[in-house]
């Protein structure tokens, strides 16, 4: 287990300029770790079925008023290809937990994706079976974005996250043992959430195997239980997110989309500047994006020339080097290895 920073309730509430000398620290491990530079990604989203009931998420199973959709590979190989930005070093394919969509569109995509390009190929695909997990590890996927969304087991299980806990977390503990690069995920914010339950992610995440780990802001969902809930802090996101970057110099953080979600047109940038060293464009055929519902119809679109912008504004640097090359020479950017700059990071 690594561990530069025990993450405190008072962290969680710096504002002012405790909080911004909180951020600055954050961003400058990240730096010394990475480099000024974030990987580019992009992500496409290409089913919005789901068999699961997560209370936060507008695609959940008793969601009946949403039109359902799985796109075709075609399509989305045709895209990836033939137009897929300059900047993007890695695919991120996502969809609800839908089994059906990984055997006939994801596990075609990839397989395309490998034949015809250099992309790195990171999936979101929840919970499979583990022949899933083969099948789409030989098509040449390397990196599993498996959330596990709540520490507190009894939080975990009021808002109906994805089977038991225990599962979950067996799923992320299976993924790491055969091979996959594994990264995770948790929500601040919840409705009743307590500092305690919170502090819990920082200790879960470091205990698991992973290689990098997201903070995204409770957004209270369109056509779910949660609609009328307040929305996260801000505030107290990017705090974690800091918190989480001086936990784990070495991990991959990306800033989330949601960021602009919980404060308009400022989220994401400042994201961006507590250490955060993954952004993702959104190349989801414009068809389907309002159906892919994890929070608002009203969707912020994260496209080129606005990640471009606030990367660029932020004073770094697109990476050229993808996100499963780097995880699979187990160096950093500024070609460090990870020891050295734990030793920075602590010092
Ligand atoms: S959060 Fe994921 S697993 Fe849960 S309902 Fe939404 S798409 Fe399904």
């Known amino acids: 287990m690594y561990n530069c920073l025990t993450p405190s309730a008072d962290m969680l509430q710096s504002r002012g300029e405790a909080q911004e000398a909180l951020h600055k620290r954050a961003a400058e491990a990240a730096a010394r770790h990475f480099g000024r530079r974030v990987f580019i990604r992009a992500v496409v989203e290409v089913s919005n079925f789901c068999r699961e009931n997560c209370a936060y998420c507008g695609m959940r ?13 075609e399509q989305l190989a045709e895209l990836l290809v033939h137009h897929c930005p300059a900047s993007v070093t890695d695919v991120n394919i996502q969809a609800g937990e839908d089994p059906l969509a990984v055997r006939e569109v994801v596990i075609p995509l990839i397989q395309t994706l490998r034949r015809e390009t250099r992309l790195g190929v990171s999936v979101c695909l ?9 099948e789409l590890k030989a098509a040449g996927a390397s990196i599993y974005i498996i959330k596990f969304e709540i520490a507190d087991p ?17 799923h992320i503990r299976h993924l790491a043992a055969n091979g996959w690069q594994v ?6 914010g919840l409705p009743g959430e307590t500092d305690e339950q919170m502090l819990a992610n ?9 290689v990098g780990c997201s903070v995204s802001p409770f957004i209270p969902g369109d056509e779910t239980p949660l609609i009328n809930a307040p929305m996260a802090d801000i505030n107290r996101t990017l705090n974690c997110m800091a918190a989480l970057r001086l936990m784990r110099p070495d991990w991959v953080i990306p800033a989330v989309s949601a960021l602009n979600l919980a404060e308009p047109g400022a989220g994401y940038r400042r994201g961006l500047r507590t250490g955060a060293n993954l952004v993702t464009i959104n190349l989801t055929p414009a068809e389907f994006r309002d159906d892919y519902l994890l929070y608002k119809r009203d969707r912020f679109i994260m496209t080129e020339d606005r990640i471009l912008s606030a990367v660029a504004a932020e004073g770094l640097s697109p990476s050229t080097q993808s996100l499963a090359e780097f995880y699979q020479a187990g160096t950093s950017l500024n070609g460090s290895n990870a020891s050295k700059a734990t030793a920075h990071a602590v010092a």
């Not at 199973?61 to 590979?73: G, K, Q, T, Y």
């Not at 929840?126 to 083969?134: A, F, K, P, Q």
């Not at 920082?202 to 992973?210: D, H, S, V, Y």
């Open 126 to 134: 929840g919970s499979m079976d583990t022949r899933l997990y083969s």
């Open 202 to 210: 920082f200790t879960l995440a470091n205990e698991l195997p992973l």
């Open 61 to 73: 199973r008793e969601n009946r008023s949403l039109a359902r959709f799985r796109a075709h590979h």
């Open 154 to 170: 009894s939080l975990y299980a009021s808002m109906q996250s994805p089977g038991t806990q225990e599962e979950r977390l067996e």
């Open 183 to 188: 990264s995770s995920g948790f929500i601040t």
